[in-house]
């Protein structure tokens, strides 16, 4: 009788023991999804507040590189990131340097100067998107000249 008794008591324990560990792994599947999540949205966030820019020269003497937001057409300087530069892939592309016209997403903390040229010290992560067109180019070289007068 001792020996039923103590094989229901074994089996209740384990049931016991499997539903904890039931438990913990649901709680813990749940936590990793969540900051999958949290993850996701920081991405979003940090996609929507890139800047889109074309790498420009400003001067004429002197040849300043600067950058241009393609949307507000602000002129501004911005540090390359030591890591390097990312292809339109999102791949690291190490020694990578940008050449005039090139189409980039700007990441960072969205701060800027205001000085002219304006400068973007926070720069996390700089994307290269396109190259732009000559006509697209020849339109952001006027803007700067614009503003060099």
Same mark, same amino acid.
């Given at each position: 009788?001792?020996?039923?008794?103590?094989?229901?008591?074994?089996?209740?324990?384990?049931?016991?023991?499997?539903?904890?560990?039931?438990?913990?792994?649901?709680?813990?599947?749940?936590?990793?999804?969540?900051?999958?999540?949290?993850?996701?949205?920081?991405?979003?966030?940090?996609?929507?507040?890139?800047?889109? %820019?074309?790498?420009?020269?400003? +001067?004429?003497?002197? &040849?300043?590189? $600067?950058? =241009?937001?393609? /949307?507000?057409?602000? #002129?501004?300087? %911005?540090?390359?990131?030591?890591? +390097?530069?990312?292809? &339109?892939?999102? $791949?690291? =592309?190490?020694? /990578?340097?940008?050449? #005039?016209?090139?189409?980039?997403?700007?990441?960072?903390?969205?701060?800027?100067?205001?000085?002219?040229?304006?400068?973007?010290?926070?720069?996390?992560?700089?994307?290269?998107?396109?190259?732009?067109?000559?006509?697209?180019?020849?339109?952001?070289?006027?803007?700067?000249?614009?503003?060099?007068?």
């Amino acid at each position: 009788m001792k020996k039923k008794e103590r094989d229901w008591k074994m089996i209740i324990g384990m049931t016991i023991l499997i539903v904890v560990f039931c438990i913990i792994g649901f709680f813990f599947w749940n936590t990793v999804a969540k900051q999958a999540e949290l993850v996701k949205e920081e991405e979003k966030k940090a996609e929507e507040e890139a800047i889109v %820019a074309i790498y420009m020269v400003m +001067g004429d003497i002197l &040849k300043q590189p $600067v950058f =241009v937001d393609t /949307d507000t057409k602000t #002129i501004f300087t %911005a540090e390359i990131p030591e890591e +390097g530069i990312y292809n &339109k892939k999102g $791949v690291l =592309v190490e020694g /990578d340097v940008l050449e #005039i016209g090139d189409v980039v997403k700007i990441y960072g903390d969205g701060r800027m100067t205001y000085s002219m040229p304006g400068q973007y010290p926070g720069v996390t992560k700089m994307k290269r998107v396109r190259r732009a067109s000559l006509e697209e180019a020849e339109k952001y070289k006027k803007i700067i000249q614009e503003a060099l007068q």
